[in-house]
């Protein structure tokens, strides 16, 4: 769950520090105070894009700081992705933005965007303001089913994503393979001559590098001449045995002396040495035309076959081994053609039956799915309604089978099921998610849902019917409500307040959690609005009493 929420110079926000609890967290403030900015940190937290406007004014970067305690089954699914919480089983996201970039770490590893969405995803689900419109798609619907019947179709899908793969490379092939023959005898005639382009070379391991040096030496011959020569004269100078002389002369008067007539021993020996192996190598060094133009005509042919074939021997053979084998199946091409059909059909097959057991699982799980949905509606005041799914066969295979299904639903009796778009409005698409949310709860284990103004376009006794099913998520889930409406704030197990100031000509977004008596003043506020009575205040005061009570909303 989601402990604490930090965030410094975000929008109006200057400094916030939450410490959000078990169960039910609820946000409440005025219109404007800045509630959809703290949602939106969190969401840029777990890897929103951020906008550029979004760093407050006069700061240089803005901070956002999540503190999540783990359990041992999201530590499990963590290991998967090497993630591991600390000591004390906590993991801290963090993401720093600035003007040009921002920094994004996990435990105070940098990690990508891409990474921080996929570690994020286990921890944290955000219903945001319009989520409710992705029910207007039908591709959403058939992901809302799989993710109720998970733990029935996990394994079938993955192993037809693994057909489908197959299947989609070898139909890749075929349609490669519908060209015309001329088509066919030109790539041939081509192959054939690449091969013997290749072959014919002779390449061998390491033989540019060896040229290469010759070449150098060669093209370099009359500087090492001149070089050497003068090298050769310069050892061949009789100074040192003038020196050795010298010192000879008075080794006998200093025991010291005689070290050093004996380093100039050693010295005569070695320059004796190099000069005799100057002269060698003068003497047969020699510079052949005919052998340079050779090795220079030998470089140019493995050069221009590297620009053709690959910068190395080793991938020139490799692509002579891939030129045979393609030569080999133009040669073979009817019986190759004719392994590719057959294979073809056993994936295809495969592939149908694999698809037509989906469907028949997902079939099950959609009524179980509908029936839950429809009761969850009922809950949340929706008098006459009738709920299902319809299944329609795709014309084509997908890595998720051949399913499209889609939610159909009747709000009025004697009226058929048509399409939530056609039915719904804004306000019952939103209940409509959240029966959905309340139905996957038990199978989403994913331990933090956000709601953002879950509420939106409804009040009185639906409102009543909101807060209760958003109680039943928090008995299994943390939950975090931004909210207007009093029914569902007075459910609160935690309350927390936004409020917006002005202070020396800056406007501040502060936040602050609520005792009893100010979660009552709240509750007055929300159902007063802007005069407050004692009336409103002992309603206020009776809505939490009653909502504190044992709950009896199963």
């Known amino acids: 769950m989601l402990l604490e ?9 200057e400094q916030a520090d939450v410490e959000f609890g078990d169960g039910l967290n609820i946000l409440t403030g005025e219109t404007g105070a800045g509630k959809s900015i703290i949602i939106g940190s969190v969401s840029l937290a777990l890897g929103q894009k951020a906008a550029r406007d979004i760093i407050r004014s006069g700061a240089e970067y803005a901070y956002v700081e999540l503190i999540f305690s783990i359990n041992e089954e999201r530590r499990q699914e963590l290991k998967k992705l090497e993630v591991f919480p600390d000591e004390d089983g906590l993991l801290i996201i963090t ?5 040009a970039r921002s920094i994004s770490k996990i435990n105070d590893e940098t990690v990508t965007v891409a990474r921080l969405r996929q570690v994020t995803g286990l921890l944290m689900d955000i219903h945001g303001q319009h989520e409710h419109q992705s029910l207007l798609h039908i591709s959403k619907h058939l992901e809302i089913l799989d993710t109720f019947a998970k733990s029935r179709t996990e394994l079938l899908k993955a192993e037809i994503g693994e057909v489908y793969r197959q299947y989609k490379a070898l139909q890749a092939l075929l349609e490669e393979a519908e060209g015309d023959e001329e088509s066919r005898r030109r790539e041939s005639d081509f192959l054939q001559f690449e091969i013997g382009e290749i072959e014919e070379a002779e390449l061998k391991a390491g033989e540019e590098e060896r040229l290469t040096e010759q070449y150098r030496k060669y093209v370099n011959s009359q500087k090492i001449l001149e070089s050497l020569s003068v090298a050769y004269q310069a050892v061949e100078s009789d100074s040192l045995g003038q020196a050795i002389h010298q010192v000879n002369e008075v080794a006998a008067y200093d025991e010291e002396l005689r070290g050093i007539r004996d380093q100039l021993y050693d010295a005569e020996a070695i320059l004796s040495d ?3 192996a100057i002269g060698t190598y003068l003497d ?23 620009a053709k074939y690959g910068n190395t021997i080793e991938r020139i053979e490799q692509v002579l081994e891939e030129k045979k084998a393609r030569l080999e199946k133009l040669k073979n091409f009817d019986e190759y053609r004719k392994k590719n059909e057959k294979e073809y059909q056993q994936l295809t097959e495969k592939l ?3 698809c037509g057991k989906l469907s028949k699982e997902r079939k099950v799980a959609a009524k179980g799915l509908t029936e839950q949905i429809h009761k969850g509606l009922v809950d949340l005041n929706f008098l006459d309604v009738e709920f299902a799914m319809e299944f329609r066969r795709l014309k084509h295979y997908t890595a998720l089978g051949y399913d499209e299904a889609e939610f159909v639903i009747s709000t009025n009796p004697g009226e058929p099921k048509r399409s939530l778009g056609m039915v719904a409005s804004g306000g019952e698409l939103s209940r409509i998610m959240l029966a959905i949310k309340t139905v ?4 989403d284990e994913i331990p933090t849902l956000i709601f953002d103004e879950i509420d ?11 807060s209760e099913q958003l ?3 928090s008995r299994s889930h943390q939950v975090i409500c931004i909210t207007h409406l009093p029914q569902i704030a007075a459910m609160a197990d935690c309350h927390f307040e936004i409020a917006k100031s002005a202070t020396g000509g800056k406007t501040t977004t502060r936040i602050r959690k609520l005792d009893t008596e100010d979660m009552v003043e709240e509750l007055a506020r929300l159902l007063g609005g802007a005069r407050i009575t004692d009336a409103v205040r002992q309603n206020a005061r009776e809505m939490k009493a009653l909502a504190e009570n044992p709950r009896d909303i199963c």
């Open 5 to 13: 929420l930090h965030v410094k110079n975000l929008a109006l926000i």
């Open 95 to 99: 993401r720093k933005i600035m003007p």
């Open 274 to 276: 190099v000069h005799h």
């Open 284 to 306: 047969n060094i020699s510079f052949d035309e005919e052998e340079l133009a050779q090795i220079q005509q030998r470089l140019d042919q493995i050069h221009n076959l590297q």
């Open 352 to 354: 149908e039956k694999l």
């Open 440 to 443: 996957l709860a038990d199978s």
């Open 456 to 466: 939106t376009g409804i009040s009185g006794r639906t409102a009543q019917k909101v």
């Open 471 to 473: 109680a039943v998520i």
